[in-house]
């Protein structure tokens, strides 16, 4: 199995729609820069409810060296900026992340990049899932805002069309 380098987003969203567990069935170890439990803990300190990576196993906290000074200009996040980073210093782990910017910047530099909904495909596509419509659902629910055109596009993906 692959490893991993996630951002704040996907950890959030899978966790909400209770299909967190579906990660170390997808990758070996998952590495989170400091930045994305910062995310994490200042949403629990908001009431939010967030994963918490220590009571992860399978998650590592790992920084990355430095950020290219380029990407310091983009309207990025902390997180995704450590999560970008650390991938491109470990160009062949797959990268975790939903914000088009970030994803676009991230596959510009040459990056694997994987999203939420690219895990729910790939986990049913090992047979951790039957179906992709009861996680697309869980999805939406709790907030992770997904078109009814992509709903359709991935539901087609799934052979669930």
Not at 98 to 115: H, S
């Amino acid at each position: 199995m692959p490893d991993a380098i996630s951002n704040t987003s996907p950890l959030l969203y899978l966790h909400r729609a209770k299909s967190i567990d579906l990660l170390p069935h997808l990758f070996d170890e998952i590495w989170v820069p400091s930045a994305v439990i910062l995310e994490l803990n200042e949403g629990r300190a908001r009431g939010y409810d967030v994963p918490k990576p220590v009571e992860l196993p399978w998650v590592r906290n790992v920084d990355p060296a430095a950020t290219p000074s380029e990407w310091l200009s983009l309207d990025l996040g902390a997180g995704e900026l450590a999560a970008m980073a650390l991938g491109l210093e470990n160009p062949t782990r797959v990268l975790l992340l939903d914000d088009l910017l970030a994803r676009r910047t991230a596959q510009a530099a040459g990056l694997i990049v994987w999203g939420t909904l690219r895990i729910v495909l790939e986990a049913k596509s090992s047979g951790l899932i039957e179906q992709v419509r009861p996680v697309l659902s869980r999805l939406c629910d709790s907030g992770m805002w997904i078109s009814d055109e992509l709903q359709q596009r991935i539901m087609r993906l799934a052979g669930e069309v």
